[in-house]
């Protein structure tokens, strides 16, 4: 049983156009952490949500973590070939000492 | 500063066989955790260490595997009667605070 569904699995999309990646759960989470992965290399954090209804925003990526801290989701404007790449959702559980719990990923492909 | 390294970067064993991989975390980081990838998956938690010993070893498949940090710092994990559904990319992450640093990884393949 996946603890995290992330959605969609994989998405190919123009540059220029705006896309959102969503993370849902049934779980609370203490916070949230978005990563991208590049091939061949392990996962990079882009940010971390801790409160319920915290937005967060990093350049065209916006970051919104649900008031009961059991969704997220990253919202990409403005697409460009740069942001081609795994995306993953990961989850820290309340009372836990670092544990993630990772979400299966959302493969980016933006075409130019 | 050097990131987390992991060594070997591909590891190719025959059904049956032992398998050590090896992480060096970042200097100063008390955290160090394991993770397996497969294909096509988001990582899955193996084995969470605070200085040298195991915190939480509640992701390791079975007894198998089985992971040792001495000192602290380079951590070795090890895989025993390995079998085909072990493949997959085996990564390493350290941390200081909530932030988690993780290694390039190790994909293992097992024929």
């Known amino acids: 049983t996946q603890l995290l569904e992330q959605s969609p699995q994989f998405l190919s999309i123009q540059e220029g156009e705006n896309l959102t990646v969503y993370c849902n759960s049934s779980s609370v989470f203490s916070s949230l952490q978005w990563y991208r992965q590049e091939p061949g290399e392990g996962p990079v954090l882009l940010v971390t949500v801790v409160t319920g209804g915290e937005v967060k925003k990093l350049k065209r990526l916006t970051f919104q973590f649900g008031d009961a801290r059991k969704d997220s989701s990253l919202h990409i404007t403005a697409a460009q070939t740069g942001d081609t790449g795994l995306y993953l959702c990961?989850?820290?559980?309340?009372?836990?000492?670092?544990?993630?719990?990772f979400g299966q990923g959302t493969t980016l492909q933006v075409k130019p | 500063g050097a990131g987390v390294s992991q060594t070997p970067s591909n590891k190719v064993t025959e059904k049956g066989k032992y398998v050590e991989l090896r992480c060096d975390p970042i200097?100063?980081?008390?955290?160090l955790y394991w993770y397996r990838q497969s294909l096509g998956q988001g990582p899955e938690f193996l084995i969470y260490?605070?200085?040298?010993?195991?915190?939480?070893d509640s992701g390791l498949p079975n007894d198998r595997f089985f992971a040792v940090r001495p000192e602290g710092s380079v951590s070795t994990l090890k895989i025993q009667r390995t079998e085909r559904g072990d493949s997959a990319v085996y990564l390493c992450?350290?941390?200081?605070?909530?932030?988690?640093?993780f290694g390039p990884g190790t994909r293992l393949t097992v024929l």
């Open positions: 990961a989850g820290a559980m309340a009372g836990n000492t670092g544990k993630l719990i």
């Open positions: 200097s100063g980081h008390t955290a």
């Open positions: 992450a350290s941390s200081l605070g909530h932030e988690q640093f």
């Open positions: 260490f605070q200085g040298t010993g195991a915190a939480d």
